[in-house]
């Protein structure tokens, strides 16, 4: 079945960088973009990253654009989110998603993996 | 950036109620509207795509509607199960933002 996987998060220090992970399976994963959302404690979900299928193009906002990057490595199934530069304000959930495509350009988010917390403290 | 604005941002019902929560964008996105429902400690799940298609396996129960800057998502009859928290998204941009979530809660 279609499953995604998080991994990676941790307690790291302000201003100390951190890598998580997010392996696919039960599909192609070459085919899809991918996206990482996040959702800090107790509170709503914030995009973060996107990329393309196959990693020529990506989109940050501007909370973390230059601290983030977003990466893919499509032999191993696997996406990756580079953190530096974190803050405390960082400390959430790293979810990733896949990208899904309809009809009239229609797109969201799905499916999701289960999360992996990143905590940003001294 | 487009911002998206939710209301209420919290709601109480019954189990039978009919509700609707609103979505509002601060430009027009057209349809490029998703609904997502998260239950705590799980990863959301898209309930509507392009502001009126049901996902599939999502009970009919469920329906979105609206264009351009206004949308709502109405639960026909809830369920116990339907109790979570409710966000909107918009994919008008790649640059998507979110609601600031709705919580559903029982009265």
């Known amino acids: 079945q279609v499953q995604l996987v998080e991994s990676g998060g941790a307690v790291v220090q302000p201003g100390r960088s951190l890598r998580v992970s997010c392996a696919a399976s039960g599909f192609t994963f070459s085919n899809f973009n991918f996206h990482w959302v996040r959702q800090a404690p107790g509170q709503g979900l914030e995009w973060v990253a996107t990329i393309w299928f196959d990693g020529s193009k990506t989109y940050y906002p501007d909370s973390v654009k230059g601290r983030f990057t977003i990466s893919r490595d499509n032999s191993k199934n696997s996406l990756y989110l580079q953190m530096t530069s974190l803050r405390v304000e960082d400390t959430a959930v790293y979810f990733c998603?896949?990208?899904?495509?309809?009809?009239?350009?229609?797109?969201?988010?799905?499916?999701w993996g289960q999360g992996t917390l990143v905590t940003v403290s001294s | 950036d487009i911002q998206m604005t939710q209301s209420p941002s919290s709601l109480s019902a019954s189990v039978g109620d009919r509700v609707t929560i609103t979505c509002r964008a601060s430009q027009s996105i057209g349809t490029y509207l998703n609904w997502y429902q998260q239950k705590p400690g799980k990863a959301p799940n898209v309930l509507i795509y392009?502001?009126?298609n049901l996902q599939s396996g999502v009970p009919s129960r469920f329906s979105g509607s609206g264009s351009g800057t206004e949308f709502t998502l109405t639960i026909s009859s809830l369920q116990p199960e339907d109790f979570a928290i409710y966000y909107c998204?918009?994919?008008?941009?790649?640059?998507?933002?979110f609601g600031q979530g709705t919580k559903l809660e029982i009265k």
């Open positions: 998603a896949r990208a899904e495509y309809g009809e009239m350009g229609s797109n969201w988010f799905d499916p």
């Open positions: 998204q918009q994919s008008s941009s790649s640059l998507y933002t």
């Open positions: 392009g502001a009126t």
